[in-house]
């Protein structure tokens, strides 16, 4: 028995005006204070008034979102009662917004959420997720990321229940994105799709959205990342991250993630610009001891008209296009540009190699690598170094 | 060969994981106990507990409870699955992670705390697959 997940989505210009069509009595916003600055938490609770929805904003998201921050919203939506749980902004919004759901329907702690258990999340309210970034695409999966902040630790979360119901894609709600977030959030998809496309619990589902994504985002990041005003680009990059959602929510995310988990979690580098560093080293990994993922590689190089010649050759230029395209819009190729101090990262490298072993992320890929490889990754990730082994 | 379920199963289920100098690594800080259920159907007429409790990188008790006796222990992780589940997982034809969010295997506890120790769970794994095992039929 396997399972594909996807919200019913809703996309193009004034998508938001689907909001005006929807059914129920309240609706609690989960978002930042940055987007309710940008006016764009006001674009959507003008549409929900037309549906005679009452609203409550909670702002109070901050990047990396902590347990607390969940149980706060929560509290918030126990007394309000919405029959909408709408997360608006980034992947911290859309997050937190599916945590404090399972909380506030379940009556539980954010970490005594089982992906197991049926909590019957609909019998109080429904999911909508309104992203404002083209990265995470939090929007399509059921997946949750929470930060332990005294443990300095991501932990992954989330059940089936949690994928949202509707997700809305109004290109309106990226125009004001600035370049750094752009090129950190598309270089998270790039990531979401490519180890998506590769894990060991793909399927034929996952096939389609992982290379539709990956072939978009080599199209239109760069184009995004220079010019933010051009509305076709930024258009398709919501699109990828959002079919990048669906593939690696099904298929599962990689070493890149596991490793720029672990990285994030001590030295608190953006999500995106930290998976995306990694990404290159351990396809780089797989494809030096995985015929699998050399073969996979291989088809999306030649889906996006990378490379050319035998299955190594186009997995290698993959590699090499991701590299380009990640330095193109303002990403570091290795740890050492993040501006991270050697002397820091080595004497962290305990606790980087017992956060990654110990993500889920680690075994759903073709080589599964024990603690010696993640640890001459992360090495060699730091000088920019190619793996060979 | 033990049949799964039993005390003489579960008793080599400790002995394989106490032997285990890997998980005795990835489990140095673990400490929690466990029900491992198998659901009625099939050959499995009376709901079955084994408990296990795994501490610092040892397993240091084991027992099997009837639904009778099943409030002897109060562990704080409970794995519940149909026997044809169990065997899949053991025998490592479905990975445990994505059966418990397919809901194939229930799992109930404090999934942060799981979640921290994914190594140790997944060695936990191989020492059920060091155990020869006998399925009811
Ligand atoms: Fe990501």
């Known amino acids: 028995m396997q399972f594909f997940g996807v919200p019913f989505t809703v996309f193009g210009d004034e998508s938001l005006q689907y909001l005006n069509t929807i059914l129920g009595k309240r609706a609690f916003i ?4 940055n987007i309710t600055k940008l006016g764009l938490a006001d674009l959507v609770i003008t549409e929900l008034k037309k549906a005679n929805i009452e609203c409550k904003i909670f702002d109070g998201v901050e990047p990396d979102p902590s347990i607390e921050t969940v149980v706060k919203a929560a509290g918030i939506a126990k007394d309000f009662k919405p029959d909408w749980v709408i997360g608006l902004g980034g992947g911290s919004s859309m997050d937190t917004a599916k945590s404090a759901l399972v909380c506030y329907v379940a009556g539980i702690g954010p970490l005594d959420m089982s992906p197991s258990e049926f909590y019957n999340l609909r019998s109080k309210a429904k999911l909508m997720c309104i992203p404002t970034t083209s990265g995470t695409g939090s ?10 902040v005294a443990g300095q630790r991501k932990v992954s979360l989330g059940s089936y229940e949690t994928m949202p119901d509707v997700a809305i894609l109004d290109p309106l709600m990226v125009m004001s994105m600035p370049p750094q977030i752009t090129g950190d959030t598309g270089i998270d998809a790039l990531c979401h799709a490519i180890e998506g496309y590769t894990a060991t619990w793909r399927t034929k589902f996952t096939d389609g959205p992982g290379l539709a994504a990956i072939r978009l985002v080599f199209q239109n990041l760069k184009k995004a990342y220079d010019n933010g005003k051009d509305e076709d680009a930024r258009k398709e990059m919501m699109y990828a991250a959002h079919q990048a959602g669906s593939c690696f929510s099904n298929g599962m995310p990689g070493l890149g993630h596991s490793t720029g988990h ?5 030295f608190h580098t953006p999500h995106g610009r930290a998976v995306g560093l990694f990404l290159p080293y351990t396809m780089e990994y797989l494809i030096n001891g995985s015929e699998e993922a050399v073969g996979l590689f291989a088809e999306i190089a030649r889906f996006c008209k990378i490379g050319a010649g035998d299955d190594k050759k186009c997995a290698l230029a993959l590699v090499d296009a991701v590299r380009k395209l990640a330095k193109s819009v303002g990403q570091p190729l290795s ?7 050697r002397e820091d990262y080595m004497k962290s490298m305990p606790d980087l190699l017992d956060r990654s072993v110990n993500e889920m992320m680690t075994s759903t890929v073709t080589r599964v690598p024990e603690s010696e490889d993640l640890e001459k990754m992360f090495t060699y990730a730091y000088d920019g170094k ?3 082994f | 060969m033990a049949v799964f379920g039993t005390i003489e199963w579960v ?8 032997a285990s100098k890997a998980y005795e690594d990835a489990a140095k800080t673990w400490e929690g106990d466990f029900y491992f259920i198998t659901e009625v159907g099939g050959a499995v007429k009376e709901q079955g507990y084994q408990y296990v409790d795994l501490w610092h990188g040892k397993c240091r008790k084991v027992d099997v409870v009837t639904e009778a006796t099943k409030d002897k ?27 418990i969010v397919t809901r194939q295997l229930k799992l109930t506890g404090n999934m942060g705390k799981v979640m921290r120790a994914v190594k140790a769970a997944q060695e936990l794994v191989n020492c059920v697959t060091q155990v020869k095992t006998e399925y009811p039929e």
């Open chain 1, 30 to 33: 989960v978002t930042d204070k």
């Open chain 2, 11 to 18: 008793t080599a289920f400790m002995e394989a994981i106490n």
């Open chain 2, 73 to 99: 222990y109060k562990p704080e992780f409970v794995l519940q699955a149909s026997i044809a589940t169990w065997r899949k997982v053991a025998e490592k034809k479905v990975d445990p992670i994505q059966a």
């Open chain 1, 335 to 341: 740890v050492k540009e993040t501006g991270i101090k």
């Open chain 1, 139 to 148: 929007e399509a999966t059921w997946a949750i990321v929470l930060t332990d």
């Open chain 1, 386 to 388: 190619s793996v060979d």
């Open chain 1, 262 to 266: 672990a990285l994030g979690g001590i």
